[in-house]
């Protein structure tokens, strides 16, 4: 039962890790690239570590496990941000058929505001 | 022969094809940021083969190898998007 349980977990990550660098393969520019593949990466590695968490069984493999679970689910959306903001100040245009900047607008609400005081 | 081991062979083909797409994204990648999202990528991916490489042969001190991989992982992309960041936002 645990052994089917820890697979099955274990299954589903790598699942989603294939899903994750699909859509890094084949989404159109920087930005829809960074959201399927942070997403859905990060995810995938927590159920892979869950899975084996699950197949171990042992206490000293259980906190090593949630101490990799924790770090992963902290750092990875961190160093996401830090290269979405990286990308838009380096100049990458987000794709044509984006509907909505708000990161634009909101520049361009502080350099007003920085204006008229 | 442990349910995991029958599946050991299409786990980590899986993850290896991740690894492919991933390294076609850092050749082919129209700007640098595309590369620097595929090797963020790459190193959490690692992480998941540490995992699996943990959960067959039993060895727990292999997690510390995973959890080291991702701080290092971590850190390496937060320097490269600094550098990135800077190069034209502040001149």
Redesign the interface.
């Known amino acids: 039962m645990t052994?089917?349980l820890?697979?099955t977990v274990?299954?589903i990550?790598?699942?989603f890790?294939?899903f994750?660098?699909?859509g890094?393969?084949r989404l159109p520019d920087?930005y829809n690239?960074?959201q399927s593949?942070?997403k859905c990466?990060?995810v995938?590695?927590c159920f892979?570590?869950a899975?084996?968490l699950i197949?171990?069984g042992?206490v000293?493999?259980a906190v090593?496990?949630v101490?990799?679970i924790a770090?992963?689910l902290i750092?990875?959306p961190?160093?996401?941000h830090?290269?979405a903001?990286?990308?838009y100040?380096?100049?990458?245009e987000p794709w044509q058929g984006s509907v909505v900047d708000r990161y634009k607008q909101d520049l361009a609400d502080v350099s007003e505001g920085e204006g008229t005081s | 022969m442990s349910m995991l081991e029958t599946l050991f062979i299409p786990l980590v083909s899986g993850l290896l094809a991740c690894c492919a797409m991933c390294l076609y994204r850092i050749a082919r990648g129209p700007t640098a940021p595309d590369r620097m999202v595929a090797i963020d990528v790459l190193g959490t991916l690692v992480v998941g083969f540490v995992a699996i490489l943990t959960a067959i042969t039993g060895k727990t001190y292999l997690l510390s190898v995973a959890i080291v991989w991702a701080l290092i992982s971590f850190v390496g992309t937060l320097a490269l998007a600094r550098y990135l960041g800077r190069s034209n936002a502040h001149d």
């Open positions: 052994e089917t820890g697979t274990i299954v990550g790598v699942l890790d294939i994750g660098c699909i890094l393969l920087v690239r960074l593949a942070t990466v990060t995938g590695t892979i570590l899975g084996c197949l171990l042992s000293s493999g090593k496990g101490i990799c770090l992963i750092s990875s961190t160093a996401a830090a290269l903001r990286a990308a100040w380096s100049g990458v």
